[in-house]
């Protein structure tokens, strides 16, 4: 099962290293990562998604992480009613002839164009995970070039 | 003052009385302040030993060890002594010089990511950037290794920031919003916990490492005699009980009493203090102890429902909550037909050996105990040594039994009695060695002659890697894969140190060469000859039900 969870960490050097090594030290793969500060500056918030192939070794791990000193709390979203999202950006080539057929699936998204030139278009969309999934599924038939997203990230 | 000296201030008001290091290029200059300084330092002949003779003195005293080395090459090989103290949860301090601020991260001489290297064997660790954080980050660093669940802590400090000039400012209070252990037990946890208590009739105390490192070891027997439960212990719990009392069981799990292991398989309730349910201990896990339900106490939560589910986990220090326990439980079930069953197992299954001709090693532990009275502080090497020094020596006080038990370090008994023996100058030190382990750490005997620090050691002499060859023995059709050793003599060895060497090779010597050792006033090595083949029983195969006893004799 897919795990999102958030952690609160003291913003300094190594945290993260830290936290990362819990999950390496047994084989987990992060499968995504999104730091950034709070509202205060001395706290960051690291949303981290992992498939916990034992879930055993998943509450192990969030015990350990509320055993690192520089970590403040561990919030396990999963089983908690939350607001999740995630941003992406995805560079598209597409044929002139199928301008307007992008425009309307892009709506249909709430995605937008926020860069282009000529046939090429960098679109940005936010939204839930399955949300996402489906955008880039249509996105495919204009033929995809790279895509960056930001990682989950969550609020309860 | 500059960055060394605030170093050794901040060490000085922390308390710390002995320190145990190496020099090198990265910590000229804080060497060059020690050289002045009021506090003991003892020059050790490998980094290892440093790390370790602190574990032993920090083992021996409930007092953090200190050990220092340089950058690179030095602070690997800290790395051992580290994770040692790092799994039996040891209060230690190590310091590292590093290279210089503006060449971290540029493979420059001597240079290793040592904060990296030993990120998951330390409880926490430090890398200073600057002078101004030296002197909290020192207390930060005594606080975090000595509360909660003790544990090392690396200071990492750049050869520049020893350098570097400020005003010394003794932060007064630490506070570390994110760190903040449990003491005392939930009132509500406690009461049930001892309702499970009142309704047992067949309970058993199993208590680790948690009862020494809190001190809980009169709590343990007032609860013990109190309920009248039998008590079992592991490696790490020796100590914690005295191993001379009616209700004492002596140790559980691989190498465990048979009467310890029937005991907790058969038990109704599991009173477990300060222990981790390791696999060593355990054996097979879904077929241990079947029966019982498990209070646990343990001041980490971590521990608590990792490997055997728990009915009343308990979070906070083992003295306090034995203390809050004692007040809540009001009565007991009339429980003499379980200790009558107890103790039917214990006159079936005693520990014993066959007692031949040659030297047995199980004889000599005997022998020692009974010339030291019990009164010693033994350390151990890993092996069959360390096995036989558990089982046969009655440890009746906590701090007297040294041993690594979460890594199990070859090479750790020798320094550790170093670090305990300068910790407990008053009490005589043995290091029951094995032949392998012993020469591990060898050049340590250099350190114990050149400062007086009077160990004794015995080397259990088998001539083999003793506990891989019994598995060999056991398990591996007796294909004896590079387990048998050449030694040295190790009586010249020893007088080629500045020691006195003893070579024992008769049953009848033992005892007077025991005794001729602890009156000697010099560092000693007993050479015993003992039994090569001798194994380690009773004992249980690894992912074996604990009551899946093998070696006959149970
Ligand atoms: C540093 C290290 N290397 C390897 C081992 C694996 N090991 C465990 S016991 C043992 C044999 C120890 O031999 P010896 O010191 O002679 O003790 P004996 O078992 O013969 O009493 C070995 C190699 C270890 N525990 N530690
Ligand atoms: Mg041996």
Redesign the pocket.
């Given at each position: 099962m897919k795990h999102t969870i958030s952690v609160l960490v003291e913003n300094k050097f190594g945290v993260l290293a830290r936290v990362a090594g819990l999950f390496s030290a047994r084989g987990y793969n992060i499968s995504s990562l999104a730091v950034s500060e709070t509202l205060d500056p001395q706290i960051s918030c690291m949303t981290i998604v992992v498939q916990a192939e034992d879930e055993k070794i998943l509450e192990q791990i969030e015990k350990q992480l509320n055993k690192l000193i520089d970590v403040i709390s561990v919030t396990d979203f999963t089983k908690k009613e939350h607001v999740e999202r995630e941003l992406v950006l995805v560079k598209i080539n597409y044929l002139s002839k199928q301008k307007a057929q992008l425009d309307k699936f892009l709506k249909k998204f709430l995605a937008k164009v926020v860069h282009g030139k000529e046939n090429t278009a960098i679109i940005e969309a936010v939204g839930e995970q399955e949300q996402i999934r489906q955008l880039l599924e249509g996105l495919a038939k204009f033929g995809v070039h790279e895509l960056v997203r930001t990682g989950k990230i969550a609020m309860a | 003052m500059n960055g060394a000296q605030i170093l050794i201030e901040c060490l000085k008001r922390e308390g710390t009385q002995v320190i145990f290091g190496y020099p090198g290029g990265q910590v000229l200059p804080l060497f060059d302040k020690l050289y002045d300084a009021d506090v003991d330092f003892i020059l050790v002949r490998h980094e290892q030993g440093a790390a370790h003779a602190a574990d032993g003195y920090a083992r021996a005293t409930g007092k953090p060890g200190v050990c220092i080395a340089t950058s690179g090459p030095g602070a690997t090989n800290l790395v051992t002594g580290i994770a040692t103290a790092f799994m039996d949860s040891i209060p230690m301090i190590a310091i590292t010089g590093q290279v210089k601020t503006f060449l971290i991260g540029n493979d420059a001489f001597q240079e290793a990511d040592v904060t990296g290297i030993t990120r998951p064997i330390t409880k926490h660790n430090f890398l200073v950037k600057d002078v101004k954080d030296l002197a909290r980050i020192v207390r930060e660093a005594f606080y975090i290794a000595t509360t909660g669940r003790p544990g090392p802590v690396l200071i990492d400090i750049p050869s520049d920031v020893q350098l570097q000039e400020m005003d010394f400012v003794w932060p007064e209070e630490v506070k570390i919003r994110s760190y903040n252990p449990t003491y005392f037990g939930h009132p509500g946890q406690i009461k049930r916990a001892a309702k499970l208590i009142s309704a047992a009739k067949k309970p058993i105390i199993y208590a680790g490492g948690g009862i020494i490192t809190s001190g809980a070891h009169h709590e343990l027997k007032t609860l013990a005699e109190k309920i009248n439960a039998p008590v079992t212990w592991t490696l790490m719990g020796i100590g914690g009980f005295p191993g001379e009392h009616k209700l004492s069981l002596g140790m559980l799990g691989m190498h465990g009493t048979a009467y310890a292991n029937h005991a907790i398989m058969e038990s109704d309730l599991i009173i477990a203090v300060g222990a981790r349910f390791d696999d060593r201990v355990t054996g097979r896990l879904d077929a241990f102890a079947p029966y019982a339900k498990v209070i646990h106490i343990d001041i980490d939560p971590s521990s608590i429902s990792k490997n055997v589910k728990v009915d009343v986990p308990v979070v906070g220090d083992a003295k306090n909550i034995l203390g809050q326990l004692i007040e809540e439980i009001k009565e007991t079930q009339d429980i003499s037909d379980w200790l009558k069953t107890v103790e039917e197992w214990k006159k079936k299954y005693p520990l014993r050996y066959a007692d031949k001709g040659i030297i047995k090693p199980q004889y000599v532990i005997e022998q020692i105990y009974e010339a030291t009275r019990g009164e010693a502080v033994i350390t151990t090497?890993?092996?069959?040594?360390q096995m036989w020094a558990a089982q046969w020596y009655k440890y009746n006080q906590p701090r007297t039994f040294i041993s690594s038990g979460g890594l199990?370090?070859?090479?750790f008994g020798l320094p550790a009695a170093m670090g305990a023996k300068l910790g407990c100058p008053d009490k005589v030190v043995f290091d029951i060695a094995?032949?392998?382990?012993i020469q591990?750490n060898i050049q340590e005997l250099a350190t114990c002659v050149c400062n007086k620090i009077n160990v004794k050691v015995a080397i259990?002499n088998?001539g083999?890697?003793?506990?891989?060859r019994q598995w060999q023995e056991l398990f591996y059709k007796r294909r004896y894969s590079h387990t048998c050793l050449y030694n040295p003599d190790f009586v010249k060895l020893a007088e080629s140190f500045g020691a006195v060497g003893i070579l024992i090779t008769k049953k009848e010597d033992v005892r007077s060469a025991i005794e001729k050792a602890i009156s000697i006033d010099n560092v000693v090595v007993m050479d015993f000859r003992v039994d090569p083949e001798e194994n380690v029983f009773p004992m249980v195969p690894a992912g074996e039900a604990i009551n899946r006893i093998i070696g006959g004799l149970a």
């Amino acid at each position: 099962m897919k795990h999102t969870i958030s952690v609160l960490v003291e913003n300094k050097f190594g945290v993260l290293a830290r936290v990362a090594g819990l999950f390496s030290a047994r084989g987990y793969n992060i499968s995504s990562l999104a730091v950034s500060e709070t509202l205060d500056p001395q706290i960051s918030c690291m949303t981290i998604v992992v498939q916990a192939e034992d879930e055993k070794i998943l509450e192990q791990i969030e015990k350990q992480l509320n055993k690192l000193i520089d970590v403040i709390s561990v919030t396990d979203f999963t089983k908690k009613e939350h607001v999740e999202r995630e941003l992406v950006l995805v560079k598209i080539n597409y044929l002139s002839k199928q301008k307007a057929q992008l425009d309307k699936f892009l709506k249909k998204f709430l995605a937008k164009v926020v860069h282009g030139k000529e046939n090429t278009a960098i679109i940005e969309a936010v939204g839930e995970q399955e949300q996402i999934r489906q955008l880039l599924e249509g996105l495919a038939k204009f033929g995809v070039h790279e895509l960056v997203r930001t990682g989950k990230i969550a609020m309860a | 003052m500059n960055g060394a000296q605030i170093l050794i201030e901040c060490l000085k008001r922390e308390g710390t009385q002995v320190i145990f290091g190496y020099p090198g290029g990265q910590v000229l200059p804080l060497f060059d302040k020690l050289y002045d300084a009021d506090v003991d330092f003892i020059l050790v002949r490998h980094e290892q030993g440093a790390a370790h003779a602190a574990d032993g003195y920090a083992r021996a005293t409930g007092k953090p060890g200190v050990c220092i080395a340089t950058s690179g090459p030095g602070a690997t090989n800290l790395v051992t002594g580290i994770a040692t103290a790092f799994m039996d949860s040891i209060p230690m301090i190590a310091i590292t010089g590093q290279v210089k601020t503006f060449l971290i991260g540029n493979d420059a001489f001597q240079e290793a990511d040592v904060t990296g290297i030993t990120r998951p064997i330390t409880k926490h660790n430090f890398l200073v950037k600057d002078v101004k954080d030296l002197a909290r980050i020192v207390r930060e660093a005594f606080y975090i290794a000595t509360t909660g669940r003790p544990g090392p802590v690396l200071i990492d400090i750049p050869s520049d920031v020893q350098l570097q000039e400020m005003d010394f400012v003794w932060p007064e209070e630490v506070k570390i919003r994110s760190y903040n252990p449990t003491y005392f037990g939930h009132p509500g946890q406690i009461k049930r916990a001892a309702k499970l208590i009142s309704a047992a009739k067949k309970p058993i105390i199993y208590a680790g490492g948690g009862i020494i490192t809190s001190g809980a070891h009169h709590e343990l027997k007032t609860l013990a005699e109190k309920i009248n439960a039998p008590v079992t212990w592991t490696l790490m719990g020796i100590g914690g009980f005295p191993g001379e009392h009616k209700l004492s069981l002596g140790m559980l799990g691989m190498h465990g009493t048979a009467y310890a292991n029937h005991a907790i398989m058969e038990s109704d309730l599991i009173i477990a203090v300060g222990a981790r349910f390791d696999d060593r201990v355990t054996g097979r896990l879904d077929a241990f102890a079947p029966y019982a339900k498990v209070i646990h106490i343990d001041i980490d939560p971590s521990s608590i429902s990792k490997n055997v589910k728990v009915d009343v986990p308990v979070v906070g220090d083992a003295k306090n909550i034995l203390g809050q326990l004692i007040e809540e439980i009001k009565e007991t079930q009339d429980i003499s037909d379980w200790l009558k069953t107890v103790e039917e197992w214990k006159k079936k299954y005693p520990l014993r050996y066959a007692d031949k001709g040659i030297i047995k090693p199980q004889y000599v532990i005997e022998q020692i105990y009974e010339a030291t009275r019990g009164e010693a502080v033994i350390t151990t090497e890993v092996g069959q040594n360390q096995m036989w020094a558990a089982q046969w020596y009655k440890y009746n006080q906590p701090r007297t039994f040294i041993s690594s038990g979460g890594l199990g370090t070859m090479g750790f008994g020798l320094p550790a009695a170093m670090g305990a023996k300068l910790g407990c100058p008053d009490k005589v030190v043995f290091d029951i060695a094995g032949d392998g382990s012993i020469q591990m750490n060898i050049q340590e005997l250099a350190t114990c002659v050149c400062n007086k620090i009077n160990v004794k050691v015995a080397i259990l002499n088998n001539g083999y890697l003793g506990m891989v060859r019994q598995w060999q023995e056991l398990f591996y059709k007796r294909r004896y894969s590079h387990t048998c050793l050449y030694n040295p003599d190790f009586v010249k060895l020893a007088e080629s140190f500045g020691a006195v060497g003893i070579l024992i090779t008769k049953k009848e010597d033992v005892r007077s060469a025991i005794e001729k050792a602890i009156s000697i006033d010099n560092v000693v090595v007993m050479d015993f000859r003992v039994d090569p083949e001798e194994n380690v029983f009773p004992m249980v195969p690894a992912g074996e039900a604990i009551n899946r006893i093998i070696g006959g004799l149970a």
